[in-house]
């Protein structure tokens, strides 16, 4: 990471990073094809460190609540990789990339069940693919939001975070409503 800092991510060469590790060009090639991959572990190694330090048992009052303090947990986490976190988003959970390497599936799998388990002390139903493809499209844009956000303390993405989670979750709110109307 420190090459990233101080040469830019973009100068910075796998063969730039083999050579601060100490280690072969091809011995690097082992553990990761790119140096986007890198930035993908070190990321789902911060998600991981979030996820083990939230508590979706916690008394927040609402999904609201718990949500945005998931995800403010999983943005801490990332503040070292944030000027890096774009070529993650764009290799990790691009739609358009043929090939995923990067880790993104298991990231996007953990976040996401976490987030069904939150929905489920909320008294929700379980998440249907839609409600998670839309959560997932909400997360993944203020991930892109926060790694570029100049606002003092990124203040804006917060703002953006809780607008964005509020409309979801009275969004799933609607639906889990229409859901129960449909039963009667």
């Known amino acids: 990471m420190g090459l990233f800092r101080s040469q830019g991510f973009d100068a910075t060469t796998t063969r730039d990073i083999a050579r601060a590790a100490e280690i072969a060009a091809g ?47 999983e943005l801490r986490q990332l503040r070292p990789l944030r000027k890096f976190i774009a070529p ?29 388990e939150i929905a489920r002390r909320h008294g929700l139903a379980e998440l249907s693919p839609v409600a998670l493809q839309m959560y997932w499209s909400l997360y993944l844009g203020v991930l892109a939001f926060w790694s570029a956000d100049k606002s003092p303390k990124q203040e804006e993405t ?27």
């Open 27 to 73: 011995t690097l090639f082992n553990y990761f094809d790119t140096k986007e991959a890198i930035v993908a572990t070190l990321a789902g190694e911060a998600l991981s460190r979030a996820r083990d330090a939230f508590s979706p048992e916690s008394n927040r009052t609402n999904l609201e609540e718990n949500l945005f303090a998931l995800i403010a947990a």
């Open 88 to 116: 993650f988003l764009e290799t990790a959970f691009s739609p358009i990339v043929a090939v995923r390497r990067a880790g993104g599936d298991d990231v996007r799998v953990a976040h996401l069940e976490l987030v069904a």
């Open 158 to 184: 917060l703002a953006l975070l809780d607008e964005s989670l509020n409309m979801f979750a009275a969004w799933l709110r609607g639906a889990a409503g229409e859901s129960n109307d449909e039963r009667n």
